[in-house]
Protein backbone atom coordinates (compact mmCIF):
# COMPACT_ATOMS: atom_id res chain seq x y z
CA UNK A 1 0.00 0.00 0.00
CA UNK A 2 1.06 3.47 -1.03
CA UNK A 3 1.95 5.98 1.45
CA UNK A 4 0.47 9.49 1.09
CA UNK A 5 2.65 12.29 0.64
CA UNK A 6 3.34 14.07 3.80
CA UNK A 7 3.10 18.14 4.03
CA UNK A 8 6.59 18.38 4.21
CA UNK A 9 6.70 16.89 0.19
CA UNK A 10 3.57 19.35 -0.96
CA UNK A 11 3.99 21.07 -4.03
CA UNK A 12 4.50 24.77 -2.92
CA UNK A 13 7.05 28.18 -2.29
CA UNK A 14 9.37 28.21 0.53
CA UNK A 15 9.53 31.99 1.75
CA UNK A 16 12.74 32.71 0.52
CA UNK A 17 11.19 31.90 -2.79
CA UNK A 18 8.73 34.10 -2.38
CA UNK A 19 10.97 36.64 -1.04
CA UNK A 20 13.04 36.75 -4.15
CA UNK A 21 10.18 36.52 -6.52
CA UNK A 22 8.84 39.70 -4.69
CA UNK A 23 12.36 41.10 -5.42
CA UNK A 24 12.33 40.37 -8.87
CA UNK A 25 8.64 41.64 -9.73
CA UNK A 26 9.21 45.17 -7.92
CA UNK A 27 12.64 45.17 -9.99
CA UNK A 28 10.85 44.73 -13.45
CA UNK A 29 7.98 47.29 -11.99
CA UNK A 30 10.75 49.82 -11.18
CA UNK A 31 12.28 49.54 -14.49
CA UNK A 32 8.94 49.81 -16.16
CA UNK A 33 8.47 53.02 -14.44
CA UNK A 34 11.62 54.53 -15.39
CA UNK A 35 10.69 54.08 -18.88
CA UNK A 36 7.24 55.03 -18.96
CA UNK A 37 8.77 58.37 -16.69
CA UNK A 38 10.64 58.80 -19.38
CA UNK A 39 8.72 58.78 -21.90
CA UNK A 40 6.14 60.76 -20.28
CA UNK A 41 8.76 63.61 -19.25
CA UNK A 42 9.88 63.91 -23.14
CA UNK A 43 5.89 64.25 -23.88
CA UNK A 44 5.65 67.13 -21.10
CA UNK A 45 8.51 68.96 -22.97
CA UNK A 46 8.22 68.70 -26.58
CA UNK A 47 4.41 69.89 -25.52
CA UNK A 48 5.97 72.75 -23.72
CA UNK A 49 8.61 73.12 -26.53
CA UNK A 50 5.46 73.33 -29.38
CA UNK A 51 3.73 75.96 -26.95
CA UNK A 52 6.78 78.03 -27.29
CA UNK A 53 7.50 77.62 -30.76
CA UNK A 54 3.63 78.97 -31.48
CA UNK A 55 4.37 81.87 -28.97
CA UNK A 56 7.69 82.91 -30.75
CA UNK A 57 6.13 82.91 -34.26
CA UNK A 58 2.97 84.58 -33.03
CA UNK A 59 4.91 87.04 -32.09
CA UNK A 60 7.23 87.28 -35.38
CA UNK A 61 4.33 87.71 -36.89
CA UNK A 62 3.57 90.77 -34.96
CA UNK A 63 7.15 92.30 -35.00
CA UNK A 64 6.86 91.98 -39.24
CA UNK A 65 3.89 93.93 -39.38
CA UNK A 66 5.43 96.81 -36.75
CA UNK A 67 8.80 96.82 -38.81
CA UNK A 68 7.64 96.86 -42.16
CA UNK A 69 5.29 99.72 -41.76
CA UNK A 70 7.95 101.99 -40.81
CA UNK A 71 8.00 105.10 -42.13
CA UNK A 72 4.74 104.79 -43.36
CA UNK A 73 2.68 108.09 -44.47
CA UNK A 74 -0.82 108.42 -45.07
CA UNK A 75 -1.09 111.97 -46.47
CA UNK A 76 0.01 112.07 -50.10
CA UNK A 77 -0.44 115.61 -50.22
CA UNK A 78 2.62 115.91 -47.62
CA UNK A 79 0.89 117.99 -45.48
CA UNK A 80 2.10 115.98 -42.65
CA UNK A 81 5.35 114.95 -44.65
CA UNK A 82 8.04 113.85 -41.77
CA UNK A 83 11.37 113.37 -42.53
CA UNK A 84 13.38 110.10 -41.64
CA UNK A 85 15.28 109.62 -39.13
CA UNK A 86 18.19 110.11 -39.21
CA UNK A 87 21.45 109.01 -36.57
CA UNK A 88 24.86 107.57 -37.05
CA UNK A 89 25.87 104.52 -34.78
CA UNK A 90 27.93 104.73 -32.12
CA UNK A 91 29.03 101.36 -30.21
CA UNK A 92 25.93 99.56 -32.08
CA UNK A 93 23.10 101.74 -30.55
CA UNK A 94 21.51 104.60 -32.90
CA UNK A 95 19.19 107.29 -31.59
CA UNK A 96 17.05 109.94 -34.09
CA UNK A 97 19.08 112.76 -33.74
CA UNK A 98 15.57 114.49 -35.45
CA UNK A 99 12.78 113.36 -33.58
CA UNK A 100 9.51 113.22 -34.63
CA UNK A 101 10.63 111.26 -37.76
CA UNK A 102 9.65 108.41 -39.53
CA UNK A 103 11.31 104.67 -40.06
CA UNK A 104 13.58 103.54 -37.14
CA UNK A 105 14.24 106.13 -34.13
CA UNK A 106 16.34 103.59 -32.00
CA UNK A 107 18.06 101.31 -33.23
CA UNK A 108 19.90 98.72 -30.52
CA UNK A 109 21.12 95.28 -30.58
CA UNK A 110 18.48 94.57 -27.89
CA UNK A 111 15.69 97.18 -28.87
CA UNK A 112 14.31 98.93 -31.41
CA UNK A 113 11.64 101.75 -31.99
CA UNK A 114 10.12 102.22 -34.88
CA UNK A 115 7.52 105.03 -36.31
CA UNK A 116 4.85 105.42 -38.80
CA UNK A 117 1.85 107.56 -39.33
CA UNK A 118 -0.81 105.66 -40.36
CA UNK A 119 -3.74 108.32 -39.97
CA UNK A 120 -2.89 111.88 -40.60
CA UNK A 121 -1.22 113.78 -38.01
CA UNK A 122 -1.08 110.82 -35.92
CA UNK A 123 2.62 109.34 -35.40
CA UNK A 124 2.74 105.58 -34.02
CA UNK A 125 5.82 104.74 -32.50
CA UNK A 126 6.54 100.91 -31.34
CA UNK A 127 9.36 99.64 -28.86
CA UNK A 128 10.23 95.92 -28.49
CA UNK A 129 13.08 95.07 -26.23
CA UNK A 130 13.90 92.70 -23.29
CA UNK A 131 13.27 93.31 -19.87
CA UNK A 132 12.31 91.68 -16.68
CA UNK A 133 8.81 91.02 -16.69
CA UNK A 134 6.83 91.73 -12.60
CA UNK A 135 3.89 89.79 -13.96
CA UNK A 136 5.30 86.86 -15.73
CA UNK A 137 8.68 86.59 -13.01
CA UNK A 138 10.89 85.89 -16.07
CA UNK A 139 13.35 87.70 -18.99
CA UNK A 140 10.21 88.61 -21.71
CA UNK A 141 10.62 90.32 -25.06
CA UNK A 142 8.05 93.16 -24.41
CA UNK A 143 5.95 95.52 -26.79
CA UNK A 144 5.09 98.87 -25.91
CA UNK A 145 2.87 101.56 -28.41
CA UNK A 146 3.95 104.52 -27.60
CA UNK A 147 4.24 105.91 -24.10
CA UNK A 148 2.29 102.94 -22.76
CA UNK A 149 3.50 100.23 -20.51
CA UNK A 150 4.93 96.98 -22.27
CA UNK A 151 3.13 94.30 -22.89
CA UNK A 152 5.01 90.86 -22.54
CA UNK A 153 5.29 88.67 -25.47
CA UNK A 154 7.61 85.62 -25.51
CA UNK A 155 9.45 84.69 -21.90
CA UNK A 156 13.04 83.83 -22.80
CA UNK A 157 13.39 81.81 -19.03
CA UNK A 158 10.99 79.33 -18.00
CA UNK A 159 9.49 75.99 -18.22
CA UNK A 160 10.95 73.58 -20.89
CA UNK A 161 13.51 76.71 -21.57
CA UNK A 162 16.59 75.78 -20.03
CA UNK A 163 18.40 79.30 -21.80
CA UNK A 164 18.00 81.41 -24.64
CA UNK A 165 19.79 83.83 -26.46
CA UNK A 166 17.49 86.91 -26.43
CA UNK A 167 16.07 88.25 -30.07
CA UNK A 168 18.92 90.37 -31.46
CA UNK A 169 18.36 92.85 -34.24
CA UNK A 170 20.60 93.70 -37.17
CA UNK A 171 20.20 96.46 -39.22
CA UNK A 172 21.10 95.87 -42.91
CA UNK A 173 21.07 98.70 -46.25
CA UNK A 174 19.44 98.22 -49.54
CA UNK A 175 22.53 95.96 -50.51
CA UNK A 176 22.48 93.37 -47.46
CA UNK A 177 25.68 95.56 -45.92
CA UNK A 178 25.66 96.43 -42.42
CA UNK A 179 23.60 100.17 -41.83
CA UNK A 180 26.34 102.97 -40.24
CA UNK A 181 23.43 104.91 -40.07
CA UNK A 182 19.52 105.39 -39.38
CA UNK A 183 18.75 106.96 -42.57
CA UNK A 184 20.60 104.11 -44.23
CA UNK A 185 18.56 101.12 -42.91
CA UNK A 186 16.02 99.02 -45.26
CA UNK A 187 15.98 95.97 -43.71
CA UNK A 188 15.93 94.41 -40.08
CA UNK A 189 16.77 90.99 -38.68
CA UNK A 190 15.29 89.44 -36.14
CA UNK A 191 17.23 85.97 -34.68
CA UNK A 192 16.47 84.41 -31.77
CA UNK A 193 17.84 80.93 -30.53
CA UNK A 194 16.21 79.19 -27.87
CA UNK A 195 17.94 76.36 -25.84
CA UNK A 196 15.13 73.39 -24.42
CA UNK A 197 15.56 71.29 -21.43
CA UNK A 198 16.15 68.43 -23.58
CA UNK A 199 19.40 69.72 -25.20
CA UNK A 200 17.62 70.43 -28.43
CA UNK A 201 18.06 73.91 -30.06
CA UNK A 202 15.30 76.36 -31.81
CA UNK A 203 16.72 79.14 -34.29
CA UNK A 204 14.39 81.79 -35.87
CA UNK A 205 15.58 84.38 -37.85
CA UNK A 206 13.07 86.69 -39.87
CA UNK A 207 14.06 89.36 -42.39
CA UNK A 208 11.93 92.59 -42.65
CA UNK A 209 11.97 95.02 -45.63
CA UNK A 210 11.38 98.26 -44.43
CA UNK A 211 9.18 99.05 -47.49
CA UNK A 212 7.83 102.31 -46.74
CA UNK A 213 11.41 103.65 -46.65
CA UNK A 214 12.01 105.24 -50.34
CA UNK A 215 13.88 108.35 -50.04
CA UNK A 216 17.44 107.84 -50.63
CA UNK A 217 20.18 108.77 -47.41
Same mark, same amino acid.
Not at 32 to 50: H, M, P, W
Not at 158 to 181: H, Q, S, V
Given at each position: ? @?????G?? =?A????V &????? %?????? +??? =??Y??? /??? $???R?E?T @?L????? #???A ?6 ? #??T??G??? $? ?6 L??? /? ?6 ? =????NA????? @????? $??? %??T??? &??? /????V?? $?VY /???? *? !? %? +? ?8 A?H???? =? ?8 ? &???? *? !????? #??? !? ?11 A @? ?18 M ?7
Amino acid at each position: M @KKANSGKN =AAGFTLV &EVIIA %TAMGLL +VLG =ALYGIF /RVF $DVSRLEAT @KLLTINT #DVIAALDLIYG #DITMAGYNT $DATGAFSLPIC /RGNFSQGT =AVATNAPCLGV @KYAGC $DKI %TVTACP &EVE /RLTEVTY $DVY /RSAA *W !E %T +VVLGRAIGAASHQPLI =ALRGPGIANA &EYLR *W !EYLTR #DGL !EATNLESIRCVRA @KLTIFGVDGSSHNYTLDMSMKNIVSEP
